[in-house]
């Protein structure tokens, strides 16, 4: 199990050639799965379908918050990539506070977008810190109703339809759930860390728990209320 990990390279095959012993590495394992094992082999040039992607961690994360980035971040990149956010277009973010939904945020802003993000109260204050320019709580307000109209929206957690959400986009406006995304590549996982080494984006954790905990952490995961991410530690 498992799509995304970080930690230390151990040994390389001799035809290797960008890593070495001890380099600090970040990761997406593809369908392969087998990152909560202590070790999982990986192609230096994988495909995400296949072998993974891998490279170098960015250098001011730590392991936890590395192993964070990849599967949330890479879905998220493959999503907005695909909606061609253009400077100022008004973009809704549904499901803002999730693993996607955060790194949706914080990427439709780096790509020039106007930013709305809706999320349950309590997770307001933190999608607000992302950089969304404004919040909507969906307990309270049906963002369908408000009036206001939108030129790209995006679900990020899949629980809404096109259908659902006609009345607030524009004419000719996109709407993408999280199955839209693209299939990753080497490039955009340097990308993602090109920006978190920018400060540009961040990842969310909500909780972490060792590996012994591994059942306590799916059943939080289950509940549909994490912020962000949660993370397993090997420590």
Known sequence: MGLELAGEVEATGEEVKNFRRGDQVFAFTGFYFGAYAEYKCMAEDGAAKTDG????????????????????????????????????????????????????VQLAKVFGGRVTGVCSTSNLEMVSSLGADAVIDYTKEDFTKSGEKYDVIIDAVHKKSRAFCKRALKNGGVFLSAHSSTVPGLEDLIFLRELLEADKIRPVIDRCYPIEQVADAHRYVDQGRKKGNVVLTLD
Do not use: C, H, M, W
């Not at 936890?64 to 400077?87: C, F, N, Q, Y």
């Open 53 to 104: 992607l891998v490279t170098k961690k960015p250098e001011n994360l730590s392991f936890r918050e590395a192993a964070a980035v990849p599967s949330g971040g890479l879905t998220a990149l493959g999503i907005i990539r695909k909606a061609d956010i253009k400077k100022d277009q008004k973009v809704l973010i549904y499901g803002a506070s999730g693993s996607i939904g955060t790194y949706a």
